[in-house]
């Protein structure tokens, strides 16, 4: 297609003899850029035309919306590059996105921090929660409309996509506990200060989450973020709506809990803060997450 041509001018980029599709990367790039803009421009937007009481909920709808579209693209890495290039290309995306889209939250998990030092109410912790799983599930119309430019066969592919299938790999129980395990140990490391420097701690927050995702995702997706998971995978072929909610919101938010006790049991006072700006942008992004 022509936007093909525009995006690596002539033929200095060289594509596969057989598909003719540009390089892998370049794609995801394309995937990632144009879903940055998109809904950066809609944050920015909703400030100016919506009322400034409803900024906060605008904020973390949209900022969702960007975080759990970008898994979708993550699949086209990871099918190329493995892992590895998965890790390079999740985290430095991560800290970048964070670094120009600051405001607001975009985990269920972080409001529920919120609600366990009894900063906001049952109501507000619910209200807001079912704002960023709207944005969540919006997030499949976002990527469908990306993968709509055709850049790289593998969008076509997944635009086309009609059945997806669960990331769920192991039992329930086992799925539970792992998730439970990885999202209290990220919560309690989410309170510590590893770095003077606040880059430099963010990022390796972030570099801890996305390890876990490389370490996770063949056995449940590993995703530490409910919405996200409900998002790629809900109704997916292969497990239950139970056993969905059990693995990616139960065990979650048990997690999200039980990382915050041990905060307060396990003190390390020069490794304390309250920081949440890490939380939670990676997600599996499998290929074969198509709707």
Request: aromatic share 14%.
């Amino acid at each position: 297609m022509w936007w093909k041509d525009i995006l690596i001018g002539t033929t200095w980029i060289a594509r596969d003899e057989q598909t003719h599709d540009i390089p892998a990367i370049l794609a995801a790039i394309f995937f990632y850029v144009v879903s940055f803009i998109i809904c950066y421009v809609t944050f920015r937007i909703t400030k100016l035309i919506l009322p400034e009481s409803i900024h906060s909920l605008t904020t973390e709808f949209v900022k969702t919306l960007l975080v759990c579209t970008y898994p979708y693209g993550h699949g086209l890495v990871r099918y190329h590059y493995g892992n590895i290039g998965y890790f390079f290309t999740a985290v430095p995306l991560v800290v970048l996105t964070l670094s120009l889209f600051p405001q607001g939250l975009c985990s269920p998990l972080s409001i529920f921090v919120l609600f366990l030092k009894g900063q906001i109410s049952l109501f507000n912790l619910i209200f807001r929660t079912v704002i960023q799983t709207l944005g969540a599930f919006t997030s499949y119309k976002l990527a469908m409309f990306v993968w709509s430019f055709g850049v790289h066969s593998e969008h076509t592919k997944q635009f086309h996509a009609t059945l997806c299938q669960t990331d769920l790999n192991v039992t329930v129980q086992v799925g539970f506990l792992l998730e439970l395990l990885c999202v209290a140990f990220d919560t309690w490391l989410g309170f510590k200060k590893l770095s003077k420097s606040d880059l430099v701690d963010s990022t390796i927050k972030i570099a801890n989450s996305t390890l876990m995702v490389c370490l996770g995702v063949h056995l449940t997706g590993m995703y530490l973020h409910p919405a996200m998971a409900s998002a790629l995978t809900y109704s997916c072929q292969g497990s239950s709506a139970f056993d969905h909610i059990a693995v990616y919101w139960v065990s979650a938010f048990i997690g999200c809990y039980l990382g915050y006790i041990l905060h307060h049991k396990i003190k390390i006072t020069r490794m304390d803060t309250h920081d949440l700006r890490h939380r939670k942008m990676n997600g599996s992004g499998d290929t074969k997450k198509s709707k």
